[in-house]
């Protein structure tokens, strides 16, 4: 029988997110099996066509001077695949996916350097008054926490995820207040990376497996030297904030990859319910909005398991401690990502060319509608 996973798996998925994927040696020990085994299970999951393993660094891009856009906008009829194509005009795009649900359009996340928030708003603003989007949203939000898998909702028995939602409730009542460092207003947003450590952190957030030699080579410069960078300033000045260990939970042909919108009656029950969700395996990975009490939560779920999850929303909002919620659907057939723009950071600084994003999507809307 071909499970997508087994027990083993699940806790490589774990370990891999608590150990990180940079020594998988020291992975297989905090397992307790041997690294050719890891290295297979590995394997097996990166080929396998419902699990689609893939392990990357999230970067916190507060301290490189970046600060975090979600963007949800409306295509105007017909002009869906246009809009896909204009929001890439901008280069500082990280994540875009077409969507649909409350709105027929596209989902976008970019790192924007600071003193470019205008001019971002601007370019979004003009995909709108060429008449490409209907409506457009920006929240500025933290960096996303990426969430973690755990073998606490796994069924050994049936080799497959349970999803007992009263339970999650009870844990929301319990949980802390406490929010990590990731999901807090920053006061300010520093730049403490050179050259070397956003092309490495570019290159982690392809591949976070990929050996840092490997790394160094193209770079070239001394494994010594990568080496000197990744744990002096990746590490220790925090600009690599973790590892995002991605599967598809459940089966992409009967699930959706939805984006919730919450927002909170106070920054307490905010707190409460990011600290219950975290580690929960169906949560991709959850930002703050930047001043207010509202969360942006990136979940994979089976259809009819995500109809449970909006009850147990509207279960909240009754108690008062939701005071509204929305989502978007993400239509995954349909997506890109990119890494850090490394090629546009030089002397220590990012290179913001608004005039040049603003000539390219003028141009593009004007080629394609000719």
Known sequence: MNKRLIPLDVKILQALTEVGPRNLSEVARAIGIPRATLRFRINRMISHPKV??????????????????????????GKEQLLYDCMKANDFWMHLVRSYGECEGCLAVYTIPVNHEQEFEEFIQTIQDLGVAEETRIYWSTCFQAGKITPEWFDEKTLGWSLPWDELLKEIEKADTELPFTLTDPDKFPNYGDDIDVFILGELEKDALQHLQSIARKLGISLQRARYHYEKHLVERKLLEGFEVFIFPYDPEYSDEILLFLEFYNHEYLAKFANSVMDKHFVRGLGKILGENSLIVSVSLPRKEFRKLMDILSNLARKKILKNYRYVIADIRTHSRQPLPYNLFEKNKWIYQHKNHIAKLRKLVQDTLS
Not at 52 to 77: D, E, Q, R, W
């Open 52 to 77: 689609s393993f893939k392990c990357n660094a999230t970067v916190y891009h507060n301290f490189l001077g970046m600060k975090k856009a979600i963007v949800v906008a409306k295509a105007s009829p």
